[in-house]
């Protein structure tokens, strides 16, 4: 198994990892090695790089799939997730009526809740992701995940709104029996005030409102997280860990595989982005040449090469390590390029090293 059969076979990568690693430059070049294969590929990013969603002509922020021309014979086609279009896009989809939705949409705790609830990102890019492949327009779809010290923050986000919707001072609190009401004034108001000093103050009506408009769709968004988590699980859904030969980053790459282990869930792929490229000569030969090099005019040159040979070899240990955390994954390096990755050329350059790995 290879990079390149991941893209090839799979329905759905989720690329996953601590911020600033690469994960959405890996979703896309993911995507584009897919179109570069004749698939129809689609990827979700979190929030790009400025100058890469404009030279994938996402620069305005779209929530639909915008098709990118290039030399490929398939399909590539990006987006920018727009968390709260997307959450209205799921009550839409899950109400009885206008009314119902407009009731929702409206509502202030909705608001807070679909814009800035802890979870929400993750929850809308599993949605956007499980909305996309249902389409059946897509061959594969790649997600970019939210910045998250937590692999399985992306796991548990479809249960964020059923995990609310069941809990029992919720049911209390839309209880038509007012008497009931009464009785737990005082536990529901505790968990409305934590509610609040999560979503902001002055929401407890806003709040029981919310929920009183939510009665009738609980059943719908408790199927849709179980399908939408089958998905997750699915043979079809490929897990991509992102990670960096720093020995910062690679701890926390480390921690991703064990907690998705703990899960009973593998990376499929572990991609190590900005390896120091290496040299023709190893540690000690250029050890030697600084030595030989010393008090002459290129010493400065023996001892950058030295210094990069050293570091190199660094990343190579700390990834031998991560390498056996990770036993059954695909290992996919991809050198540190001279310049960001910011247009379509580049974006190209990574496509090409991550298909070309020969997964060791
Ligand atoms: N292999 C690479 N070589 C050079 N620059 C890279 C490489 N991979 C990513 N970058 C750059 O690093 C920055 C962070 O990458 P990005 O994909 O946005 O990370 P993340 O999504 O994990 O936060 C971007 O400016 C990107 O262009
Ligand atoms: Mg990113």
Same mark, same amino acid.
């Given at each position: 198994?290879?990079?390149?059969?991941?893209? +090839?076979?799979?329905?759905?990568?989720?690329?996953c990892?601590?911020?600033?690693?690469?994960?959405t430059?890996?979703?896309?070049?993911?995507?584009?090695?897919?179109?570069?294969?004749?698939?129809?590929a689609?990827?979700?990013?979190?929030?790009?790089?400025?100058?890469?969603?404009?030279a994938?002509?996402?620069?305005?922020?779209?929530?639909?799939?915008?098709?990118?021309?290039?030399?490929?014979?398939?399909?590539?086609?990006?987006?920018?997730?727009?968390?709260?279009?997307?959450?209205?896009?799921?009550?839409?989809?899950?109400?009885?009526?206008?009314?119902?939705?407009?009731?929702?949409?409206?509502?202030?705790?909705?608001?807070?809740?679909?814009?800035?609830?802890?979870?929400?990102?993750?929850?809308?890019?599993?949605?956007?992701?499980? +909305?996309?492949?249902?389409?059946?327009?897509?061959?594969?779809?790649?997600?970019?995940?939210?910045?998250?010290?937590?692999?399985?923050?992306?796991? +548990?986000?479809?249960?964020?709104?059923?995990?609310?919707?069941?809990n029992?001072?919720?049911?209390?609190?839309?209880?038509?029996?007012?008497?009931?009401?009464?009785a737990?004034?005082?536990?529901?108001?505790?968990?409305?005030?934590?509610?609040?000093?999560?979503?902001?103050?002055?929401?407890?009506d806003?709040?029981?409102?919310?929920?009183?408009?939510?009665?009738?769709?609980?059943?719908?968004?408790?199927?849709?997280?179980?399908?939408?988590?089958?998905?997750?699980?699915?043979?079809?859904?490929?897990?991509?860990?992102?990670?960096?030969?720093?020995?910062?980053?690679?701890g926390?790459?480390?921690?991703?595989?064990?907690?998705?282990?703990?899960?009973?869930?593998?990376?499929?792929?572990?991609?190590?982005?900005?390896?120091?490229?290496?040299?023709?000569?190893?540690?000690?030969?250029?050890?030697?040449?600084?030595?030989?090099?010393?008090?002459?005019?290129?010493?400065?040159?023996?001892?950058?090469?030295?210094?990069?040979?050293?570091?190199a070899?660094?990343d190579?240990?700390?990834?031998?390590?991560?390498?056996t955390?990770?036993?059954?994954?695909?290992?996919?390096?991809v050198?540190?390029?001279?310049?960001?990755?910011?247009?379509?050329?580049?974006?190209?350059?990574?496509?090409?090293?991550?298909?070309?790995?020969?997964?060791?």
């Amino acid at each position: 198994m290879t990079y390149r059969d991941l893209v +090839e076979q799979r329905d759905v990568i989720v690329c996953c990892g601590t911020g600033g690693v690469g994960k959405t430059t890996t979703a896309a070049a993911t995507a584009m090695a897919a179109a570069q294969m004749g698939r129809r590929a689609a990827v979700v990013t979190i929030d790009p790089a400025k100058r890469l969603a404009d030279a994938l002509g996402i620069g305005a922020l779209t929530n639909d799939p915008t098709v990118i021309d290039g030399p490929w014979p398939g399909t590539l086609a990006a987006l920018m997730l727009d968390t709260k279009a997307t959450f209205d896009d799921v009550v839409r989809r899950h109400a009885a009526d206008d009314t119902q939705v407009d009731r929702i949409l409206d509502n202030r705790f909705y608001v807070n809740v679909s814009t800035s609830l802890s979870g929400t990102q993750d929850y809308m890019a599993v949605e956007k992701l499980a +909305e996309l492949h249902a389409s059946g327009d897509w061959d594969l779809v790649v997600v970019d995940t939210p910045p998250t010290r937590d692999a399985l923050a992306f796991l +548990e986000a479809p249960k964020l709104l059923t995990r609310l919707l069941d809990n029992a001072i919720y049911k209390l609190l839309i209880s038509p029996q007012q008497g009931v009401l009464r009785a737990v004034n005082r536990a529901a108001g505790t968990v409305v005030r934590q509610l609040s000093r999560v979503v902001g103050a002055d929401v407890v009506d806003d709040a029981i409102e919310f929920f009183q408009a939510f009665q009738g769709m609980e059943d719908g968004f408790k199927k849709r997280a179980d399908a939408t988590l089958s998905l997750l699980a699915a043979d079809a859904t490929a897990f991509v860990l992102v990670a960096s030969p720093r020995a910062d980053t690679l701890g926390e790459a480390t921690y991703f595989l064990d907690r998705l282990r703990a899960a009973d869930m593998r990376a499929a792929a572990v991609v190590v982005n900005r390896m120091l490229p290496s040299l023709s000569v190893d540690v000690d030969r250029a050890a030697e040449l600084r030595s030989t090099l010393a008090g002459t005019d290129a010493a400065g040159l023996g001892i950058a090469l030295a210094d990069h040979a050293a570091a190199a070899a660094g990343d190579d240990d700390r990834i031998g390590e991560l390498l056996t955390t990770a036993p059954d994954a695909v290992f996919a390096r991809v050198p540190l390029l001279p310049s960001d990755v910011h247009d379509v050329d580049t974006l190209t350059q990574i496509a090409a090293l991550l298909t070309a790995s020969t997964g060791v």
